[in-house]
């Protein structure tokens, strides 16, 4: 349920219609105060169009408004920069610290495997490496006993029919 | 609704705009702002009665609406939504002005009292002569008269009557109720009628 107030406006901006319009109307006390009260509210509407205040100097208006935004703007990008800066750092000293322990750990371990001398002798390396042929030397066994300090290092084989081929030593 | 750059760029929508401004592209928020500069100045101007004032405020309104542009879903036009921050705006001013100035200007009572919903305004006897009403007084005049309005009476009766925004409109951009829209504007116009009675006949 409208109010009079509501009908009266909606009258006023031509929104009343059929039988709400007709229903209003028929209420009015006094129609032809009425419609110069519409015309008069009319005019007021015409006046505040008329004396509407354009803005001068827009396009300044717009630089400013620019200037302002991006001022405003620029802590917070600052800001989230120095954040991200900070991260990047972070990130950066972890990677670093992890590369030069891998590197030092590689360099270490080439270098020591490179100093370590080999404690085999070329026969030796040869005997264990030979293949004993199971079919020729069934019961053949190879033995090797070492003593490092002394550089010393006794090999028993026992069971072979021949010996292999490739030994350095035939 | 007419806008300054509506016949310059109308390839451009102004839902496209806006979300070019929500992936942060400033030049669609310049875009956006030729196109209502103009009008939220004129609007703010008609409810603070001052061009520094108005410029002040457009310029706030435009920064809040660049900073909230995320939280616009579409749902409303843009102009609306726009409206709604220029209104919360400028009233918030008028308001903390008020305070400020301990003035009883925008007593709403006391404007109901003085006003009968059914009366009939009454002609000022001694009319001025249009020939010495010059634009600046007329100006002057209207000015006046807003002034003697509530922020909430101004901002209805302009964006109804400058803006020619609608009913729903105007509710959506005050945050308000249509039939509380219809209500000020009743007020409104009556108020106006009596006090540029003499203005609009002789104009």
Redesign the interface.
């Known amino acids: 349920m409208k109010t009079f107030e509501e009908k009266w406006t909606a009258w006023i901006d031509d929104q009343l219609t059929g039988r709400e319009l007709e229903e209003f109307l028929a209420s009015l006390p006094d129609r032809s105060a009425a419609e110069a009260e519409k015309q008069s509210a009319k005019q007021v509407g015409s006046l505040l169009r008329e004396q509407a205040m354009a803005l001068s100097n827009a396009d300044f208006f717009s630089h400013q408004l620019r200037e302002r935004l991006d001022r405003e703007n620029a802590p917070m990008r600052s800001e989230a920069d120095a954040i991200q800066t900070g991260w990047w750092t972070i990130r950066r000293l972890l990677w670093g610290g992890i590369t030069s322990l891998a590197v030092f750990a590689i360099c270490t371990v080439v270098v020591f495997r490179e100093k370590t001398p080999s404690s085999r002798s070329q026969y030796l390396t040869q005997i264990l490496g030979a293949q004993v042929d199971p079919t020729v030397s069934p019961n053949a066994t190879i033995s090797m006993f070492e003593k490092k300090d002394d550089h010393v290092t006794v090999l028993w084989v026992d069971g072979l029919q021949s010996l292999p081929p490739e030994y350095a030593a035939k | 609704m007419q806008t300054?750059a509506s016949v310059a760029q109308p390839d451009v929508s102004e839902l496209e705009l806006v979300k070019q401004c929500q992936r942060g592209d400033?030049a669609a928020?310049?875009e956006l702002?030729?196109r209502y500069?103009?009008r939220v100045?004129?609007m703010i101007?008609?409810m603070v009665h001052n061009?520094q004032d108005?410029?002040d405020l457009?310029?706030d309104s435009?920064?809040k609406a660049?900073k909230s542009i995320d939280r616009f879903r579409g749902k409303s036009s843009f102009y609306t939504w726009l409206y709604r921050i220029v209104m919360n705006v400028t009233i918030d001013w008028l308001r903390k002005k008020q305070v400020k100035g301990g003035g009883t200007e925008f007593d709403d009572n006391v404007q109901l009292r003085e006003i009968d919903?059914?009366s009939?305004?009454v002609p000022r006897s001694e009319p001025l002569p249009h020939q010495r009403m010059e634009r600046g007084e007329?100006?002057a005049r209207?000015d006046q008269a807003i002034a003697q309005l509530s922020p909430e009476h101004r901002a209805v009766?302009?964006m109804?009557?400058?803006e020619d925004m609608q009913?729903h409109e105007i509710a959506e951009a005050l945050g308000c109720s249509i039939?509380t829209v219809?209500?000020r504007?009743?007020?409104a116009?009556k108020k106006?009628?009596n006090l540029?009675?003499d203005?609009?006949?002789n104009?």
């Open positions: 300054e400033s928020f310049d702002v030729v500069r103009t100045f004129g101007y008609n061009e108005a410029w457009a310029q435009f920064v660049w919903p059914a009939k305004t007329v100006r209207i009766i302009l109804k009557e400058t009913y039939g219809m209500s504007l009743f007020y116009r106006l009628q540029l009675r203005v609009y006949e104009v």
